[in-house]
């Protein structure tokens, strides 16, 4: 509720400040009468719940001695999950101010992203996560602009995760709570013919999570293991994790000569972290590294991390002749720490493009992009050996494109790459691929306007233990339709098909024997969204989202909405909005739900601005 | 107070708009509350010479970015833009290779009144109209509810990142656009899980929407984790690949060894356990 007053309070003192204001206070009650179904799937996908909200708020303030913009914006307040508030103040030459904050509630409890039997969930979370971020830029757009700024990430809350002793895992309670706060302060540069920007930033990072379970569990393993029952009978585990990281950033742009543009950006960061761990517990484990069962488990561990890492980028844009642009980008990412389990990992890619200006109204390019790089990183415990594993990536593309504008109200754009490679980084990384995007605007007059799209990505990994096939295809088309004039009528109308396929090899790891892993989802997704205006204020909306997916895991979601909205006086409109949620599965049928929201709201605005 | 201090060195008005505005007073009236406003010469900056066109009256007779090609347009808006901060990727971006026009997404005369979260994420799937569908999914960024942006992960004027991420624009520096929000995913930590690192979190996750929970590219974790985590003579092969090979005793027809991340607790990443159990 406390909330809830904020934002007027904020508003009625911005009111204050200046005679004639402009602005908005939407204010309503939602109720969500039928909600059948998995209230956690309800919770983990959608949850808007019941009560009083303020639904929106903003005023702009006109331009007063100290600021020629003031705006305010608030959303969703009063126990929605997703709410923001965003400030922003302008001076234009002088200081250019933006204050944002941001609620969100992460709640997800979904058994079934684990396994099919969704017996385990023990992976869910009930968290509060707030960002804050404010950012002063002083004489924005003059040639010295000096800027600042703090952020603020956090969360803090509840989950269910377990405690695992080799043979056997225990669901525990869980408190998290986790902070990252940065601090940064730059220059740009900014002539005529260059720009630079330097910036130096400083973030705190900590992160404290306890699980502890109090009561007996035989956890999951409900049968014996070696003949004898698992069990916890309490136990603890506390992390707190502590970090710092430090970021230089240069980047900046060129123009020595009308032909000639460059431009590059360096970074540098150098995150470390601090973590403490302590566990102690007591029931009967196995311990797999002695092979022995135990009564008891005291553990304290510490470990420190360091990971500097360095980015840059230089490119160089040539335009040696009116039709013909040369474009040339080479980029390095590498990671490169200094500890006994040491992490390097180079990456570098090198893009030529040439763009030719065939006629005013067709553009071709074509040119070649180049990915190399390699990893040297500590063997996973899981193979049971140690030393480094070494990665590579090394791949060979044919790019092209071609920008079409055979009329003016037309443009086409085309988008090739053909790929081929010796090494990629993981099975699931495409060595060859080949892709193609096409995406087509047709402006055909005020009314009419239609978009097209087609995406195809095919490619392949082949390994010693077989080969990765992927594919991706969508295709969709959207036609827009409003009333020129009047306005009273407009519509959107999109459809979209989408189908993906994958299909690789693995391992039991038991027997050794070769299995198959093939995912597919066929997407279908229409949308429709009309606005009708029945009376001179009177207006309907009316429309929604329809999705369907086939394939591994069938699901379809409909989301159907209306809204009607009528005055009630010059500065006061009601509006009733009814939305529909009606989410599926065929093979996880109990995380099904649906429901209806029906939300009554008043919308009051202030008089309009008199110009003076 | 030295901020506000400085706000005498506004700009006084120009002299200019007032003919102008004859004709185009509500242009004008935005206008003047536009950060466009300080420019000297306001309107023949991005208009040309607009005194011939005042006393014809013939649209013939002054340039409109909105009507020349996208090449044409953009070289007008980058004759005072091309040297700033968020145009530094801008040649590697698929927007400056596509030549889509500055005026697609920006209207030049409108006030400074930032736009709703919801428009500028319309504004986008208005061309993007597959990452429309994508946000659909049940499992998805809450980009439709406005909660985030698609500015949020990606920079439309284009970086050198892949995807446009915009992890360079003030926040994380060169670390993957992702772990802006997700902070308790960024490490460094102890005992890394290779991908987060190497290939960011795409290859697990759809970063826009899926059907399957946590945004997972598989329906099922296990099948997630053992398609790269296969047996594998690394560093032999012609084509060797990253994953290390789990454990005979993963006796995968029991369920509980399909639900790999209840004991991988830590799967992106642990500071105390190498088989990120803790």
Excluded at chain 1, 45 to 60: C, D, I, Q
Excluded at chain 1, 111 to 131: E, H, I, L, M, Y
Excluded at chain 1, 460 to 487: D, E, I, L
Excluded at chain 2, 130 to 158: I, L, M, T, W, Y
Aim: charge should be positive; glycine fraction near 8%.
């Amino acid at each position: 509720m406390k909330k809830l007053l904020v934002i007027p309070i904020l508003a009625t003192v911005a009111c204050w400040a200046q005679e004639q204001p402009t602005g908005m206070v939407e204010v309503g009650y939602r109720a969500t009468p039928a909600l059948n179904g998995d209230l956690n799937t309800y919770r983990s996908v959608v949850n808007l719940g019941e009560g009083p909200r303020l639904l929106r708020a903003e005023f702009t303030l006109p331009g007063g001695k100290f600021y020629d913009t003031f705006t305010f914006r608030a959303n969703n307040w009063g126990g929605d999950p997703y709410n923001s508030a965003r400030l922003t103040a302008e001076k234009f030459g002088v200081y250019r101010a933006t204050v944002v904050y941001r609620n969100t509630t992460y709640f997800n409890a979904l058994p079934s992203f684990a396994n099919v039997t969704g017996a385990f969930n023990q992976r869910s979370f009930d968290q509060k996560q707030r960002f804050f971020d404010a950012d002063v830029d002083f004489r924005p757009g003059k040639g010295f602009s000096p800027f600042i700024g703090v952020s603020r990430q956090g969360a803090r809350g509840n989950a269910v995760s377990p405690l695992v002793f080799d043979e056997n895992n225990y669901p525990a309670a869980s408190t998290v709570s986790f902070g990252y706060t940065t601090a940064r302060v730059g220059l740009r540069w900014t002539r005529e013919k260059y720009h630079f920007t330097f910036e130096q930033s400083v973030a705190r990072f900590h992160d404290d999570q306890t699980l502890s379970v109090d009561t007996r569990s035989n956890g999951n393993r409900p049968g014996t293991y070696l003949g004898q029952q698992l069990f916890l009978l309490n136990g603890k585990d506390s992390y707190g994790i502590s970090g710092t990281t430090n970021t230089t950033g240069i980047h900046g742009t060129v123009s020595p000569a009308s032909w000639i543009d460059l431009s590059g950006q360096f970074f540098y960061t150098r995150p470390s972290t601090t973590a403490n761990f302590t566990e102690s517990a007591a029931g009967l484990f196995f311990l797999l590294d002695t092979f022995r069962f135990t009564n008891g488990i005291q553990t304290a561990a510490s470990s420190e991390a360091v990971q500097p890492r360095t980015t840059g980028n230089v490119a160089v844009e040539l335009r040696p002749w009116r039709r013909l642009r040369l474009v040339d980008s080479v980029s390095t990412d590498r990671i490169h720490n200094q500890s006994t389990l040491p992490v390097i990992w180079n990456y570098n890619e090198n893009r030529f493009e040439a763009f030719f200006d065939v006629t005013k109204w067709l553009t071709i390019r074509a040119g070649e992009r180049s990915t190399w790089g390699e990893s040297f990183t500590p063997r996973s415990r899981l193979d049971k050996l140690e030393g480094s594993e070494q990665g590579r990536i090394e791949r060979t593309a044919f790019i092209g494109g071609i920008v079409l504008r055979p009329i003016k109200a037309l443009t086409i754009n085309a988008d090739t790459e053909q790929a081929s490679g010796d090494h990629a980084w993981f099975r699931t990384t495409l060595t060859d691929f080949n892709s193609l995007k096409l995406r087509a605007r047709y402006q055909l007059n005020q009314n009419w306007s239609m978009t097209g799209h087609f995406i195809r990505l095919n490619g392949s990994n082949p390994t010693w233990a077989g080969n990765y096939a992927f594919s991706n295809a969508t295709g969709g088309a959207s036609v827009q339709w409003q009333q020129a004039k009047s306005r009273r009528l407009s519509v959107l109308a999109e459809y979209v098909r989408g189908a993906l396929y994958s299909d690789i090899l693995y391992r039991d790891p038991a027997s050794f024997g070769s299995l198959r892993s093939l995912y597919r989802d066929n997407l279908h997704s229409a949308t429709l969204l009309t606005d009708f205006k029945v009376h001179s204020r009177i207006a309907v909306s009316a429309g929604g989202t329809l999705l369907r997916t086939g394939g591994t895991r069938p699901t379809s979601y409909y989301q159907p909405q209306g809204r009607i909205t009528m005055p009630l006086r010059a500065n006061c409109e009601f509006f009733a909005e009814w939305r529909y949620y009606d989410f599926g599965q065929v093979i996880f049928s109990r995380e099904q739900f649906r429901t209806h929201q029906i939300m009554i709201a008043l919308r009051i605005k202030t008089a309009p601005a008199i110009k003076k | 107070m030295w901020v506000f201090a400085l706000a005498a060195m506004a700009q006084a008005p120009n002299p200019k708009w007032e003919s102008c505005a004859a004709c185009h007073e509500d242009l004008v009236n935005s206008f003047t509350k536009n950060r466009h406003a300080g420019v000297k010469q306001a309107c023949d900056s991005c208009h040309g010479n607009t005194a011939k066109h005042a006393e014809t009256a013939d649209p013939a007779e002054i340039h409109n970015p909105r009507k020349m090609t996208a090449k044409a347009g953009e070289a007008t808006c980058l004759a005072c833009h091309k040297n700033q901060a968020t145009h530094v990727g801008r040649v590697s971006s698929g927007h400056g290779r596509g030549e889509v026009a500055c005026t697609s997404c920006h209207n030049v005369h409108a006030s400074t009144q930032p736009a709703q979260p919801k428009d500028k994420n319309a504004q986008c799937m208005g061309c993007h109209t597959e990452a429309r569908a994508q946000f659909s999914k049940p499992f998805a960024h809450k980009v439709q509810q406005g909660q985030v942006n698609c500015v949020d992960c990606h920079n439309p004027h284009g970086t050198f990142q892949p995807k446009a991420q915009a992890s360079t624009a003030r926040h994380g520096g060169n670390e993957p656009g992702c772990l802006k929000c997700h902070t308790d995913k960024r490490g460094p930590f102890r005992y890394e899980h290779k991908p987060v690192r190497i290939e960011a979190c795409s290859t697990c996750h759809e970063p826009h929407g899926s059907v399957n929970p946590r945004m997972l590219t598989r329906s099922d974790v296990s099948l997630q984790c053992l398609e790269c985590h296969v047996a594998l003579p690394v560093n032999t092969a012609s084509r060797q690949v990253l994953g290390g090979i789990p454990p005979a005793f993963h006796n995968i027809r029991d369920p509980f060894y399909r639900n790999c991340t209840v004991c991988h607790t830590k799967i992106h990443g642990s500071h105390v356990s190498k088989a990120l159990l803790k």
